[in-house]
């Protein structure tokens, strides 16, 4: 039987706890993300999802090496870039598998037994808190690479401080108007530069072991678009202006690829250029600007990388 609850007694109803606004990334969208539940711009709950963790060989030479990059693929993004080259994991259209701080140790463990030079965390930056705690209990044995599209605040980056030994982040656009119209933020070359003096302050110049692996430092990538190659030199301005030679080494990729399904789908008709590989002539443009530039430490791809045949599987490979 129920006894009445004396007059002095209040009662309140329950509630759930309201979830905190996430504003980690640089667009500070202020959305409830949870553990669980997706939410914000880059479609993603709190805990990790994973579409692919394995070894990859289409690195930069000084990454892959021999035995492979341990690549860890997650899903979601911050960006809303137009010709994203990795679409079904960036936009969730693939959501990929949610993962526990024990179940994502128990990957990178994997990953470590196939004797893999590093670990690869790529698009990982909507995840930090839970990475970071992972690799705070972990202390992996071989470098942690960090493999971002560079459009992260310094207060992100600085809770893998001590934890990620080389940084490899996207320097998209010098540009900022090209990047309001093809990645939806305004900003984008100030955030990347702040970003990365903040990943040199940690790293200090590049290092590189005996047989040519990157163990520590910086390396840039900038992916030169067809059409668009000003940019491509407003950004080798950019780096050049901040960056003293030998301090980050540059790795130039011309791999760009018209993503058919992304055409067929008309989301490019604004940009008819991004509808076809780089020419010759607009390549050579960029080889001159660089040859004739500072920059002496770094990679330049060929022109036949740029193939679909480059963009990985993502169907939950190395995640059971």
Same mark, same amino acid.
């Given at each position: 039987?129920?006894?009445?609850?004396? /007059?002095?007694?209040?009662?309140?109803?329950?509630?759930?706890?309201?979830?905190?606004?996430?504003?980690?990334?640089?667009?500070?969208?202020?959305?409830? *993300?949870?553990?669980?539940?997706?939410?914000?711009?880059?479609?993603?709950?709190?805990?990790?999802?994973?579409?692919?963790?394995?070894?990859?060989?289409?690195?930069?030479?000084?990454?892959?090496?021999? *035995?492979?990059?341990?690549?860890?693929?997650?899903?979601?993004? !911050?960006?809303?870039?137009?010709?994203?080259?990795?679409?079904?994991?960036?936009?969730? /259209?693939?959501?990929?598998?949610?993962?526990?701080?024990? /179940?994502?140790?128990?990957?990178?463990?994997?990953?470590?037994?196939?004797?893999? !030079?590093?670990?690869?965390?790529?698009?990982?930056?909507?995840?930090?808190?839970?990475?970071?705690?992972?690799?705070?209990?972990?202390?992996?044995?071989?470098?942690?690479?960090?493999?971002?599209?560079?459009?992260?605040?310094?207060?992100?980056?600085?809770?893998?401080?001590?934890?990620?030994?080389?940084?490899?982040?996207?320097?998209?656009?010098?540009?900022?108007?090209?990047?309001?119209?093809?990645?939806?933020?305004?900003?984008?070359?100030?955030?990347?530069?702040?970003?990365?003096?903040?990943?040199?302050?940690?790293?200090?110049?590049?290092?590189?072991?005996?047989?040519?692996?990157?163990?520590?430092?910086?390396?840039?990538?900038?992916?030169?678009?067809?059409?668009?190659?000003?940019?491509?030199?407003?950004?080798?301005?950019?780096?050049?202006? !901040?960056?003293?030679?030998?301090?980050?080494?540059?790795?130039?990729?011309?791999?760009?690829?018209?993503?058919?399904?992304?055409?067929?789908?008309?989301?490019?008709?604004?940009?008819?250029?991004?509808?076809?590989?780089?020419?010759?002539?607009?390549?050579?443009?960029?080889?001159?600007?660089?040859?004739?530039?500072?920059?002496?430490?770094?990679?330049?791809?060929?022109?036949?990388?740029?193939?679909?045949?480059?963009?990985?599987?993502?169907?939950?490979?190395?995640?059971?």
């Amino acid at each position: 039987m129920w006894a009445d609850a004396p /007059e002095t007694c209040t009662s309140s109803p329950v509630r759930e706890a309201v979830p905190e606004a996430c504003r980690l990334c640089p667009r500070a969208c202020g959305a409830p *993300r949870t553990e669980e539940k997706a939410a914000g711009f880059c479609r993603s709950p709190l805990k990790p999802r994973l579409a692919r963790a394995a070894a990859h060989f289409g690195e930069e030479p000084c990454i892959s090496g021999t *035995r492979g990059s341990g690549t860890l693929f997650f899903t979601g993004c !911050h960006l809303a870039c137009v010709f994203c080259q990795n679409h079904e994991i960036s936009r969730c /259209e693939v959501p990929g598998q949610a993962v526990s701080d024990d /179940e994502l140790r128990r990957i990178i463990d994997r990953l470590l037994e196939q004797g893999v !030079h590093n670990l690869n965390f790529v698009s990982a930056s909507h995840f930090i808190p839970a990475v970071a705690r992972v690799l705070k209990a972990v202390r992996p044995p071989v470098p942690v690479v960090w493999n971002s599209s560079g459009y992260e605040t310094v207060g992100q980056l600085r809770q893998l401080e001590g934890l990620v030994q080389v940084y490899l982040p996207d320097f998209k656009y010098g540009d900022e108007a090209l990047g309001r119209r093809l990645s939806g933020v305004a900003d984008y070359p100030a955030v990347a530069l702040a970003a990365l003096q903040e990943m040199l302050r940690q790293r200090g110049p590049y290092q590189m072991d005996a047989d040519g692996l990157l163990q520590s430092g910086v390396m840039v990538r900038h992916l030169v678009l067809p059409g668009f190659i000003d940019n491509t030199l407003d950004v080798l301005d950019l780096l050049r202006e !901040h960056f003293a030679p030998g301090t980050l080494l540059l790795s130039l990729l011309n791999q760009y690829t018209p993503i058919a399904v992304l055409a067929d789908s008309g989301q490019l008709d604004e940009y008819p250029s991004l509808k076809r590989r780089l020419t010759p002539e607009e390549w050579q443009r960029v080889w001159d600007y660089l040859r004739y530039s500072d920059w002496e430490d770094g990679y330049v791809q060929d022109l036949s990388s740029a193939t679909e045949e480059m963009i990985p599987a993502f169907d939950g490979t190395g995640l059971a």
